[in-house]
């Protein structure tokens, strides 16, 4: 990256990352839908990816908040994973993932969306500041406004956590 694009913001277009895969009865659990542990696998390399174009270098998983399934994938099923960067801070980016499932004939069903955040390392793998976030669409600025809201509330969380653990 040369020094003018390490400051400049970046659209959110560069880290949108579409993903599909097949469940494969590997990749099922004992009630023969998708497997919990493999859609999170998925989600966790499409996050990886998004957050690692935005910020063009490695990233690692810090944190998924919460995750809630809401309807089981069938085997057979194609999965649609779209993921996209909506929040910057100095060296972690939020991405949300959208989980959806498709069947054969194009309908698709929400099962999941995660909210990820990854941290970009240096060559020393420590944190390393990223490029802004272009907000580009009302779309855009209300992801990033959502997604403020929700880093507050994990470093609030954070900081409950490690007062709790120094006690
Ligand atoms: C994630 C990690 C790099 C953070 O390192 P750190 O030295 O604690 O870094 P800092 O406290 O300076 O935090 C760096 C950034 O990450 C954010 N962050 C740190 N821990 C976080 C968490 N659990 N959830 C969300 N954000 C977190 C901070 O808010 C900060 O954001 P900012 O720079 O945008 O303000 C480090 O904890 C780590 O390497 N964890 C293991 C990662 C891993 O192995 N993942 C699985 C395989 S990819």
């Not at 542990?37 to 908040?65: F, K, N, Y």
């Not at 969306?113 to 580009?136: K, Q, S």
């Amino acid at each position: 990256m040369d020094e003018r694009s390490a400051v400049e913001p970046v659209a959110t277009a560069v880290s949108k990352v579409e993903m599909t895969q097949l469940v494969l009865p590997g990749d099922t659990n004992s009630l023969g839908t998708a497997f919990g542990g493999r859609i999170m696998a998925w989600l966790d390399i499409a996050a990886g990816i998004s957050a690692g174009r935005h910020s063009a270098g490695p990233v690692v998983t810090a944190s998924v908040d919460d995750l809630h399934f809401f309807m089981p994938i069938q085997k057979g099923d194609v999965v649609v994973l779209k993921a996209q960067v909506n929040y910057v801070g100095t060296t972690a980016m939020e991405v949300g993932v959208r989980v959806e499932g498709e069947r054969w004939g194009g309908e698709r069903y929400h099962a999941l969306t995660a909210y990820t955040t990854f941290v970009a390392l240096d060559d020393e793998r420590r944190p390393r500041p990223v490029r802004g976030l272009l907000l580009e669409t009302d779309e855009d600025r209300r992801r990033a406004s959502d997604a403020a809201e929700r880093v507050a509330e994990r470093r609030r969380r954070r900081g409950e956590r490690s007062a709790k653990f120094h006690r």
